[in-house]
């Protein structure tokens, strides 16, 4: 069976520096067999992804952003002194999409980040999730994801 890490190096993914917590947070909890990770903005080559879909930002777009939320995700699990072979199962992921009121299309941007954790895990990626459109997110970020994870019980 394939690492995580040559995965990543198939799918020439380079994972992020792990951003630091923007407020009084940590990035994951850990407890039993279950990380928590804290809703993670978008970055890209370290520069924020900000704006509202529907007004500023197209879909296309917002699932670059949202796929960059699930990559440092995948970037403070490491950070986090945690192997990503003992990741059982990605739980749900929560995607905050910042947008317009009348834009109707969080589902689709929250793909950006579905399809990496499928790409990444395979059938492990698999995972339940919700889609919300906000009107505003932290720092202005377009896109923020947290995420629920199953680790392997040591």
Do not use: W
């Amino acid at each position: 069976m394939m690492k995580i890490e040559e995965r990543l190096q198939e799918l020439d993914i380079e994972l992020p520096r792990a951003a630091a917590p923007v407020a009084s947070y940590v990035p994951v909890v850990v407890h039993g067999s279950t990380a928590y990770v804290s809703g993670q903005l978008p970055f890209i080559n370290e520069q924020l992804g900000t704006g509202r879909l529907g007004d500023d930002i197209s879909v296309d777009r917002g699932m670059q952003l949202a796929r960059a939320c699930g990559l440092m995700i995948l970037a403070q699990l490491k950070a986090a002194d945690i192997d990503l072979d003992d990741v059982e199962r990605i739980v749900k992921l929560n995607v905050f999409v910042n947008c317009t009121k009348d834009f109707a299309d969080q589902p689709k941007v929250a793909n950006g980040a579905s399809e990496l954790m499928f790409d990444v895990f395979g059938e492990k990626g698999r995972h339940a999730r919700a889609a919300v459109g906000v009107p505003a997110l932290p720092l202005h970020a377009a896109v923020e994801v947290d995420a629920v994870i199953a680790l392997r019980a040591e």
